[in-house]
């Protein structure tokens, strides 16, 4: 039996929005690093953009082969794309069942953990 998330429009609604939030992640570097300023903001927000480019950065230095000096700055945008896309994937089909799940499930507890006997 299939799932209501995995097929249809539904499924289709995520994967556009997973597909432009990797995107807009993606491309943060090449909009704020351009941006020039003493703004403890704008240094806060290159300080993230750096951060949010780790993933590519780890792709990137792998197909240069170890040279970081040769690494191409599209493989890395076009990885940190992927990465956050299925990032933002999997949270919105999560977000989703979340809202889909009856009201009395969320506070009712699980039972069977570590502490049950």
């Known amino acids: 039996m299939r799932s209501a998330l995995t097929s249809g429009p539904v499924h289709v609604k995520l994967a556009i929005c997973a597909a432009l939030a990797g995107c807009a992640v993606a491309s943060w570097p090449f909009l704020i690093f351009r941006v020039d300023s003493e703004s403890a903001l704008v240094n806060t927000l290159q300080w993230l953009g750096k951060l949010l480019m780790m993933p590519g950065i780890v792709v990137g230095f792998l197909a240069a082969a170890g040279n ?50």
């Open 68 to 117: 970081g000096h040769t690494m191409n700055f599209w493989i890395m945008t076009v990885a940190n794309g992927v990465f956050y896309a299925a990032i933002s994937y999997r949270l919105l089909v999560r977000w989703e069942r979340r809202k889909l799940r009856p009201r009395g499930e969320e506070s009712a507890p699980s039972g069977g953990g570590r502490g049950s006997s």
